[in-house]
C-alpha cells in the first residue's frame, strides 16, 4: 500500500462520507473513490459498506482504519525526528516535550530548571496544546517527550514513568448552589442545569456534538466556568490557577489522576533518557 492510499482512506472512514473527505483532502470525489475502490481489489475484501444514503466500516475497515492510523503517524513521526536529531546551530540537537497549557506548571518549571543544571543538558523546547492533543504530537514525532494525566489522557504505546498521583475537584461558578459544600460526589454533578459539560477537541481537531462549550484550553474553560457557562471535574493542580468568580470542591468519589512523563518506546535518545531521570529524581 502506499501512504497516499492510506491517507485517502484514513479520511473517508472517519468522515464516513464521500464527499466531506473530498473536501478535507482538497480534491474531487470521483478520483477518491476509485482510489479507495483499487485499495479495496488490492486487499482483496470490502473495506466500506456503502448505500446511497450512508457508509459505514466494515471489520476489515476497521482494522485499517486503526492500522493505517498507526502507519501514517509513524511516517510523519519519522520525518520530525529526523528533522530535529539535524545538529542545532550550537552543535547539539535539542528535544521537544509537549504539557497542556495551564497544566502542571509547576512541575514543569521544576523539571526545566533541574534539568538545566545537569552537565550537558540540552535546550528543551516547550510545546503548550490543547486537552488531549499531547499523545498525538508525541505519536506523530512532533515532540520526544510529553506530560500526561491517565486516565484522562491515553498514554497506550508508550514508556511512561509516573511523577505524582493527586484527587480530583469540581470546578463551579461561584455562587452555585453546590459551591458551598465541602465536598461532593460525581453523582452531585450529573445533568446540572445550565451547566453543560464542556466539549473537547478529538485528535483530528473536530468536537463531538453536545450542548456544551468548546473549550481550547484551561484558561479558556476557567473563564467559561466563572461566566456559568460549564462546569468541569478536574485534578486538584488546577486550584492553583483559579480566578475570581470560580470555586473548587473535591471530588470523593473521582478517580486519581496520575501526571506521568511519557516517550516513544523505542526512543534512543540520551537526551530524553538524561530529561526522564531528572523528572522521575525530582
Given at each position: 500500500m502506499e501512504s497516499?492510499?492510506?491517507?485517502?482512506?484514513?479520511?473517508?472512514?472517519?468522515?464516513?462520507?464521500?464527499?466531506?473527505?473530498a473536501e478535507r483532502l482538497g480534491m474531487a470525489q470521483p478520483p477518491l473513490s476509485r482510489a479507495v475502490a483499487q485499495l479495496e481489489r488490492r486487499l482483496g475484501t470490502p473495506l466500506l459498506e456503502r448505500s446511497s444514503r450512508s457508509v459505514a466500516l466494515t471489520e476489515a475497515g476497521a482494522v485499517l482504519l486503526r492500522e493505517g492510523r498507526a502507519a501514517l503517524d509513524a511516517l510523519e513521526a519519522a520525518e520530525h525526528r529526523t528533522r530535529r536529531a539535524a545538529p542545532a546551530p550550537t552543535g547539539t540537537p535539542g528535544i521537544a516535550i509537549a504539557t497542556k497549557a495551564g497544566a502542571s506548571d509547576e512541575l514543569l518549571a521544576k523539571l526545566l530548571d533541574a534539568h538545566a543544571a545537569e552537565p550537558g543538558a540540552v535546550s528543551v523546547?516547550?510545546?503548550?496544546?490543547?486537552?488531549?492533543?499531547?499523545?498525538?504530537?508525541?505519536?506523530?514525532?512532533?515532540?520526544?517527550?510529553?506530560?500526561?494525566?491517565?486516565?484522562?489522557?491515553?498514554?497506550?504505546?508508550?514508556?511512561?514513568?509516573?511523577?505524582?498521583?493527586?484527587?480530583?475537584?469540581?470546578?463551579?461558578?461561584?455562587?452555585?448552589?453546590?459551591?458551598?459544600?465541602?465536598?461532593?460526589?460525581?453523582?452531585?454533578?450529573?445533568?446540572?442545569?445550565?451547566?453543560?459539560?464542556?466539549?473537547?477537541?478529538?485528535?483530528?481537531?473536530?468536537?463531538?456534538?453536545?450542548?456544551?462549550?468548546?473549550?481550547?484550553?484551561?484558561?479558556?474553560?476557567?473563564?467559561?466556568?466563572?461566566?456559568g457557562r460549564t462546569a468541569v471535574v478536574v485534578p486538584e493542580v488546577a486550584r492553583t490557577h483559579l480566578r475570581g468568580g470560580v470555586t473548587a470542591v473535591p471530588v470523593v468519589d473521582a478517580p486519581e489522576v496520575t501526571t506521568v512523563i511519557a516517550w516513544p518506546p523505542h526512543s534512543r535518545s540520551l537526551a530524553v533518557a538524561r530529561l526522564v531521570e531528572t523528572a522521575t529524581r525530582l
Open positions: 497516499r492510499e492510506l491517507r485517502y482512506f484514513v479520511a473517508v472512514a472517519e468522515e464516513l462520507h464521500f464527499s466531506r473527505a523546547e516547550v510545546v503548550l496544546c490543547g486537552p488531549g492533543q499531547q499523545a498525538r504530537l508525541l505519536r506523530t514525532g512532533r515532540v520526544d517527550v510529553a506530560l500526561l494525566h491517565p486516565p484522562i489522557d491515553d498514554v497506550e504505546g508508550f514508556d511512561v514513568e509516573a511523577l505524582r498521583t493527586e484527587g480530583q475537584v469540581a470546578l463551579l461558578p461561584a455562587g452555585h448552589p453546590l459551591s458551598s459544600r465541602t465536598s461532593l460526589r460525581l453523582t452531585d454533578l450529573e445533568d446540572l442545569p445550565g451547566l453543560p459539560p464542556p466539549r473537547y477537541p478529538r485528535a483530528d481537531g473536530t468536537y463531538p456534538e453536545g450542548p456544551g462549550p468548546e473549550v481550547h484550553d484551561h484558561a479558556q474553560l476557567v473563564q467559561l466556568v466563572s461566566l
